[in-house]
């Protein structure tokens, strides 16, 4: 199947610090992503959908100033959480959509921030 | 966003069945899925069900919707201890967008 990588997989940081967490598509083109968070024992709040070339689409209730994303290429979006809080700790995943698998969403790994 | 709703928790003995069950508002989904999460990682797809279809069977997992009662269920059928994740049902609507469940934890006890 198709895969999609996060990088950095965990990432410790210190308060008012950014972080930046990258999504790549490996094998396939993706015009979208979306960001999610998922907070302990909860399902995915999706935060932002993510589009080759243009500004990304927040969810309501996300702050856009702190939740940065770019998406500059057909293979990779990126999330910069901006002056990081111990609130901003979370699991963050992304998920890339396959247009020629009948726009199949694939998920990465998943990154683990944690702000000190 | 739409509303998916599963129970937190399942626990079953190796070998049995698990049947997982989920319920949604969105009349107008066009696709569900099913999304298993280990500790620490990501969503792996685990199978999908079209909503014009009742039933699909792929291996130990079978997936049967209730389009009427907008119900959706995920049977493993013998499950073992590698099956213990959580797992998430998932709808997509019209405009592509993804709602998921809270994610059902299921326990497989040796």
């Known amino acids: 199947g198709a895969v999609v990588s996060q990088h950095p997989s965990w990432v410790i940081c210190k308060s008012g610090t950014s972080v930046k967490i990258e999504c790549r598509s490996l094998d396939f083109q993706a015009t979208t992503m979306f960001w999610y968070r998922q907070f302990p024992k909860q399902s995915l709040m999706l935060m932002a959908t993510s589009n080759e070339g243009s500004k990304a689409t927040y969810e309501q209730g996300v702050e856009k100033d702190k939740f940065l994303i770019n998406h500059a290429s057909l293979t990779l979006s990126t999330l910069t959480v901006t002056s990081a809080h111990p609130e901003d700790s979370s699991f963050y995943i992304c998920?890339?959509?396959?247009?020629?698998?009948?726009?199949?969403?694939?998920f990465g790994e998943g990154s683990r921030l944690t702000v000190l | 966003g739409e509303d998916v709703e599963q129970s937190l928790f399942l626990s079953v003995r190796e070998g049995d069945s698990s049947v997982i069950n989920c319920t949604y508002t969105?009349?107008?989904?066009?696709?569900l899925y099913w999304y298993k999460q280990e500790p620490g990682a990501g969503l792996q797809l685990l199978t999908y069900i079209f909503s014009n279809m009742d039933m699909k069977q792929d291996q130990r997992l079978t997936v049967l919707l209730n389009k009427k009662d907008k119900h959706l269920s995920l049977r493993i059928a013998d499950t073992q201890t590698g099956d213990s994740a959580i797992y998430f049902c998932?709808?997509?609507?019209?405009?592509?967008?993804?709602?998921f469940g809270s994610g059902t934890k299921l326990n497989v006890k040796p």
């Open positions: 998920s890339a959509r396959d247009l020629m698998r009948g726009g199949e969403l694939f």
């Open positions: 969105d009349s107008s989904s066009t696709y």
């Open positions: 998932a709808e997509k609507d019209n405009f592509n967008k993804f709602y």
